[in-house]
Nanobody, 129 residues
Framework: QVQLRESGGGSVQAGGSLRLSCAAS???????MGWFRQAPGKEREGVAA????????YYADSVKGRFTISQDNAKNTLYLQMNSLQPEDTAMYYC???????????????????????WGQGTLVTVSS
């Protein structure tokens, strides 16, 4: 089973940047991994996803041009570079593994409850105005 551990969250002012990391261990049978977030009192929101070992990436409209998802296969680590952060980006951020169909549905909000096969404990991002 895969285990995921997120890190890199923190508190920043609007316009600032953070880079989240997700260390993975174990066997990942889903070929897609990504990030989702959940703000207090709100539904989960798919943020970004990529195909492991490939170049395809997907982003929610709300983060396009500001966030970049990447991977380091040698380190089994997934990253989320977040620039130009805004208060509305405040949330707990999780990395997760799922199929391409579930990630696309999650990010485009077609799927309310995507099937995620693994996720970590999350890392908190707080953006102040």
């Amino acid at each position: 089973q895969v285990q995921l551990r997120e890190s890199g969250g923190g508190s920043v002012q609007a316009g600032g940047s953070l880079r989240l990391s997700c260390a993975a261990s174990g066997y990942i049978y889903n070929s897609y991994m990504g990030w989702f977030r959940q703000a207090p009192g709100k539904e989960r929101e798919g943020v970004a996803a990529l195909v492991l070992g490939g170049s395809s990436t997907y982003y929610a409209d709300s983060v396009k041009g500001r966030f970049t998802i990447s991977q380091d296969n040698a380190k089994n680590t997934l990253y989320l570079q977040m620039n130009s952060l805004q208060p509305e980006d405040t949330a707990m951020y999780y990395c997760a593994a799922a199929s391409e169909r579930e990630w696309i549905g999650f990010i485009t909000r077609i799927l309310d409850k995507p099937v995620l096969h693994a996720w970590g404990q999350g890392t908190l991002v707080t953006v102040s105005s």
